[in-house]
């Protein structure tokens, strides 16, 4: 498994509080395998992304297990966490823009880590950011790395930051709410590159967001996350469908539907 | 006589360093009746956002003529009688009421200075009563009263915001993406609020919004901006069930659900994108 989390469980500690976020969570995505994580603001899918990453320190209290291509993160020391994320698995959040340095070239930024952490030359690292930033479908390659985040859009952003994700080859994606901010075409050419790299790097992506319709149209799983527990696991090809709990239920209801066909 | 009337809206904005100029809005034209909601769609860089900051005075024209309610919307307020007709006449609900709320100041507080900076409070006792009442009406209560923005989650802040709009009873409320940012929800119950306040008080939307399925909700009408220009309006149901042009076509085809396919969704607009290029294609 790429991603296993067993019994996962998160409360965030301050001097006179415990706040219990994640309340045992179990779930797993193999390679190839698109997983939805589904769920209100505050449910705690960020929070298991984050937690799968070991981005938390004391400030969080975390039990069960979260095991990455099958190393143990919960716990795990300094040298191992770099480990994961410089070759195991990647994250692509909503904001682009909060994911680059708005004051360096947009290939500095990219081949900093490909020198630094995975020992490329400069000149490696540059050939492999143009065929990625070419085949994440951004025109004029060359150029974009000599540019700012600033004088790209939202879309060509988001792009750059999937690109600088498939980098390092990792196994697994993490995408948090990564196409929520662009508008549907948009969407559908970032979700296009997505599966398509899948295909080709056998991939495996937990896909994180609160739009029901895109993870019923596209995942292969889905987990409902309500208040750090999952309540429901749904399975292609039913998927939502399938749903019995009413929560996922409710979800559904209150996401409006496109009423495009004519009603008979 | 509509209540609103835009006449040959026209904006460019000049691009420094880039040799062009941008037109965000290209001779628009369209109309919103009394008590009516209208919806407005179009992609990131349609020109929905220009349109909406123009009604509400934060941006100018180049030309065009709007009028609301017998007010001339782009003629510059030089007064503050002229401000304060304006604010009575249209008032705008943003994406972010982080952005749009003053985070000093409490819920209660903000809304009793509304009141009573444009007369519709006579005394502080008035105006508690006036700011309580708006509040019941987005559904919150004298907790929320006291709190300030950060105390309150993502929904009651847009309610919040919603409350302060209505506060001076206008006639036209604009809506940039006002329930973009919250979750499915929440999304829906600020909708089924929006329409229950219209239905009471008669009020009518602009609701912008990328969202197809959302305008539905709430709009009879809507209007489909492609790069500046309406492409297509008429009713709601009428545009999501037979779309004419190709762009609402695209549009909606392009809104994930059963059967969706991305590829084709990016091949689809790839071909629109070249007939728009071609002249007298469309």
Known sequence: ?????????????????????????????????????????????????????????????????????????????????????????????????????????????????????????????????????????????????????????????????????????????????????????????????????????????????????????????????????VVETLQRPGLFREARHEYTRALIDAAPVLRKEVAR | MSLLEVENLHRVFSARGRGGAVTAVDHVNFTIEAGEAVGLVGESGSGKSTIARILAGLERADSGTIRLDGLDCLRVPRTSTNRMTRAQTVQMVFQDPNGSLDRRVPVGTMLQRTLLMHGRALSKVQARAGAMQLLERVRLTEREFRAKPHELSGGQRQRVAIARALAVEPKLVVLDEAVSALDVSVQAQVLELLAEIQRDSGVSYLFVSHDLAVIQELCTRVLVLFRGAIVEQGETLQVLQAPQHPYSQLLIASTPGEGWDPERVVRDRMTFTQRMTLPGLL
Do not use: W
């Open chain 1, 1 to 229: 498994m790429l991603l296993r989390a067993t019994q996962l469980s998160l409360e965030f500690v301050s001097e006179n509080d415990r706040v219990s976020i994640l309340k045992g969570i179990d779930l797993c995505v193999a390679p190839g395998e698109l997983v939805g994580l589904v769920g209100e603001s505050g449910s705690g899918k960020s929070t298991t992304a984050r937690a799968a990453l070991g981005l938390y320190g004391d400030e969080a209290d975390i039990t069960g297990s979260v095991r990455i291509d099958d190393i143990e993160v919960v716990g795990a020391d300094a040298r191992t966490l770099r480990d994961i994320r410089a070759n195991h698995v990647a994250l692509v959040q909503q904001d682009p823009r909060g994911a680059l340095n708005p004051v360096r070239r947009i290939g500095d930024s990219l081949a900093e880590r490909l020198v630094k952490v995975h020992g490329l030359r400069r000149d490696e690292a540059d050939r492999r950011i143009v065929a990625l930033l070419t085949a994440v479908g951004l025109s004029n390659p060359e150029l974009r790395m000599r540019q700012y985040p600033h004088e790209l859009s939202g879309g060509m952003l988001q792009r750059v930051v999937i690109a600088a994700a498939l980098s390092t080859n990792p196994k697994l994606l993490l995408a948090d709410e990564a196409t929520s901010a662009l508008d549907v075409t948009t969407q559908a050419e970032i979700i296009a590159i997505f599966q398509r790299e899948m295909r080709d790097r056998n991939l495996g992506m937990l896909f994180i967001t609160h739009d029901l319709h895109l993870a019923g149209a596209i995942c292969d799983r889905i987990y409902v996350l309500r208040r750090g527990v």
